[in-house]
Every structure is written in C-alpha cells, then in structure tokens.
C-alpha cells in the first residue's frame, strides 16, 4: 500500500492490526493528524474549559462521549484504543509504559481528546515556499517553554510551551496572515522576535526537540505548541493519562482544507 | 450618565443596584454583550462539549468556574447572579418566575456561561452599509426552527434555530465575507435562500420575533440564533435553569473589535 496516498481508515486498519509501527509524519497526505490525551473523566471537564481558554495551544478538535472509542466528527469509525502506533502511559505524572494498544487500559470512565497539531500548517507554510527549517535538517521542531502564562481552569495550569521557526520578517508577516486561518492547529504566532521577552534565555538551547540554524537576516517565529497541554496535565499527576508517543499521530477522516477559515 | 458612553462597569453596576432595568441595546457601544445560560455543574460538561461541536448556534465567550461569579475573561470584576437587568427561571423545562436577581438561587453547583450574540455581527453589517431590516423597522429579529440538527453532546441535542436578515445576493456575499470574522458572535451564515431547504414551510410566520418584508430582488440570510441553546437546554428539563430575559443581556468587558479576527 501507498501510505502517502492511502486513505486514514486504511492506515488505522494497519497500525490497529500491527502491522504498521513507524511515525506517521507524510502518511494519508492532505488529512489532518492529531495529538491524543486521554484521561479519567473526573478530569475531562475541566481539561476540556482549559482547551476552550487556550486555544492557541490547545486546539481541541474533537472528544469521545465518555467511555467510547471513536470521534463523533473526526473518527466516527476509528478505535482509540488501538489506532495509534504507539502510546505513552502515565501513572501519578511519570511515564511507566509504552504500548502498541491500551485495550485493557481503557475503561468505561475514560476520555480521550484529539488536538490540532502543526503539520497541517507547516503544509500550508511550504505550500507557500516559507521555509519549515527543521524539516530542511530533517528533525524534530525546537520547543521552549516560556513565561507566558496559559489560562487556568480548574486544577489545569502552568507555562505555554511554544515551536519556533526562523525566517525574515516578510515571511513572517506572511505566515501569520496564513495560519491565522487555521485556528484548529495552533493559529497565529504567540510571539515573533526577541526570544527573552517570553522568558527564552537561550534559543540554542530548546527544552524540547532539536535547535536549527538561525540565519543572518532571519527572526525567530514562535507557535503554540501540543506539548503545553501534556505538560499541564502531567502537572496534576492523574492516576492514568495516555498519549500518543511524539510523532506516533492520531490520523483523522477529516481534511486539512477543512481547517482552512 | 450617558448609558451609550458608560462602561460596562459602570452599566452593570446600575444595574446591580437596580437603577437601571430596561433593555441594554445600544448601552456601552462597542462592548460585546452576550446571552446567558445557568445551569447545575452536573450539566456543565455536556452543555460545554455542546458548545464546541456548535460554534455557530452556540459561540461560548466565558465560562465562571463552579459556584463562582465572574468570568476570568469577560468580566472578573462582574457578578452574574445581580448584573443582569432581568432573569428567567426554569425548574424542569418550565418558565415559572422572572427576578432582578437570582442571589439565592445561585447555589455553590452552579455555573454561568455567557455566549456571543447577534448585537455584534449586526453593527459590522451596519458599518458597511448592509441593511438589518428588523432594525430599520423597529422591532425583534425573526427566528425560525429549521430542520438542520445540532450535533449531539450527552443529553444535549435538537434542532438549530436560526434568525434571517433579507438582503440583495451581492450583500449576502459581501455579508459572509465580515460574519466569518465574527466567529464568536455566530459567524457565517448557515444557509442562504430557499427557507424550505432548511425545513422552513412559511417565512412570514417566524417561531420566535416578529416577521420582516424581503423586497423583490432580496435574499433570506440565516445564521445561527442565541436561541438554540437555550432550547436545547430545556429539552433536557433541568431541575433549576437560568437565563437573561430577551433583550436584557449581560455586558462584557470585551471590545467586540476583540472578536474580530
């Protein structure tokens, strides 16, 4: 099978199946992939009012009624226990097990949450000959926690984790009038420029992901990033919370032109 | 005090102290005002996961959390239980009082959510010479129960309910141009056209307001109403509901310029 071109219900069919375990990054191209939380549903309530107040880190595009397996809009037939290729699991805050399924992990009080991801932009920044430089150096995208503060809701709190992409200025004025059309994957830059007016105290140095090169001319661009609404749960040490493992994707029916507004 | 100038502090105090209760249309001019929905916490997940899979009938500005009285947002210094000029009360579905205030029915399990309204997409129309014909002749928008469904949340489902705006097709265009930046105050139409392609059997008979002419050459435009998810919330027959009394709203500190986007 083309995985490039083949359709999301067959690519879940193969990774419920085992017989796709690989990153997920330029699989069913054109259809939007998403970062995956799922947590007890005594924590969904407030974990999805934080969503609603931070929509530019956490850019929630859909949910499961209580205790089932599929998305209403993004995955009417998907199985969320078993259509991603490979899941964190987290106990009290800390990563105890990674896993091909969580069957018998998800139980009829579980939730799980799909949120927007930056690949659908990052396609539509390229579209638009903007450079994407970490994919230019083929790794991962620098991430840096800052000191801006998200919007508490409940127990829900902490620092915004952002991406950053360099590029000059008209590129960046350029590509924030593009992603601030898709809101359902982060939107516009949090910030654009001066890495220490958010509280980075060496762009060199991201706590997350690889450092690029930033060339003479070029500003750093900064995005919302999903790692913010992993990191604020994990805050709250929930008995069990589950992810997807970084670049694992949960690959949705619906497409990236949809996002497009 | 000049109630068109005044603050949104300013008016919501008056209105605490009741010395003011009258309609709020036109009082602090460019400040957003909203619907209002009050509900028992043990509703508030579904009525929240309601209002993100339907942006459009339901476009959730702020959230209070759990028994409090503000809203972080859009008004931290308000209180929803005495700043809103007059209140409805629901017990199981049923309209059986209407107060100035609701201070003894706002127990330490409720929760308020305020949702945008139609106010603020009408003066950007009006700013681009569009016409809003129930405007211009004095009196409610008219609003009719189509046959599009809501998408379901829990206990939470029924149909949309929209309100209609006759206009050339050049300024219906002209029109889903500006209302798609207005995302938080209903956003683009839902239909233009043929009511009977939306289950509308007779224009001239709205289910709520009061009807409009449409002039040889014009369209029905219809978005989404402020209506829908107060009825959807009574399908439900709470046990005790709250909501502002029409044309009474709740006065944000929100610049609708906030919304645009």
Redesign the interface.
Known sequence: MNLQSALPSEIRALIRDNKLIQHTSGMAKGYIQANVVILPNKY??DF??FC??NPKSCP?LD?T?VGEHSF??YGPDADIRTDVGEYYVYRDGVHVETRHDIKDLYGKDMVAFIIGCSFTFEHALLDADIPVRHIEEGHNVPMYITNIPT????VFHGPTTVSMRPMSMAQAIRATEIT?HFKGAHGAPLHIGDPAAIGIKDISKPDFGEAVEIRDGEVPVFWGCGVTPQSVCLNVKPELMITHAPGYMFITDIKESELL?
Chains 1, 2 share one sequence.
Not at 151 to 154: F, N, P, V, W
């Open positions: 969904a309530y999805l009012k609603y107040r929630l949910i009624e209403p809009k919007e508490q809701s409940g601030t507004y």
